[in-house]
């Protein structure tokens, strides 16, 4: 299974917030730290704040905030939300496959994606972040210090 990059920036975006609870965290300076376009990021920002997980806050000292305790955030629930997952056209509501009606191929995808979601759902935002202090120093990397010899 893979998810898009879409999903993948939504669930980076999620962690970065979580790592910086009760802060106003400016959507610029997540694209900088992941290195995502920021065009992009707003995107996904966007469904994030039409699903409830993200708040956008307006103004000079605007930014993003998470909605939710990240206990609270269940990764199945936000990659369901995110991600069509439909990995093979018979998935998909408009599916044209010639054989579906008696492709077996249909049934081992679906338990396998079955398989995916139920992991998934076994996770929340709160247990991504148990290493919270690695994921901050990450995210905020100290800038080296320049030694000065003399001559």
């Known amino acids: 299974m893979r998810i898009t990059q879409y ?43 039409k699903l409830g997980y993200v708040e956008s806050v307006r103004g000079r000292n605007g930014g993003l905030r998470l909605t939710h305790a990240p206990k609270e955030i269940n990764i ?43 992991e998934l759902a076994k996770h929340s935002l709160e247990d991504l972040l148990d290493n919270q202090d690695q994921l901050v120093e990450l995210l905020h990397p100290s800038t080296p210090s320049v030694e000065t010899t003399s001559t």
């Open 7 to 49: 999903t993948d920036y939504g669930l980076r975006t999620l962690i970065y917030l979580g790592a910086h609870p009760n802060e106003i965290v400016p959507m610029p300076q997540i694209a900088e730290h992941y290195a995502i376009s920021p065009n992009h990021l707003m995107k996904v920002t966007q469904q994030l704040t």
């Open 76 to 118: 199945g629930t936000v990659v369901r939300q995110i991600e069509p997952l439909d990995i093979v056209e018979c998935f998909s509501p408009n599916g044209q496959c010639l054989i579906a009606p008696v492709c077996r191929l249909k049934g081992v995808l679906g338990r396998a994606m079955h398989a995916f979601h139920q």
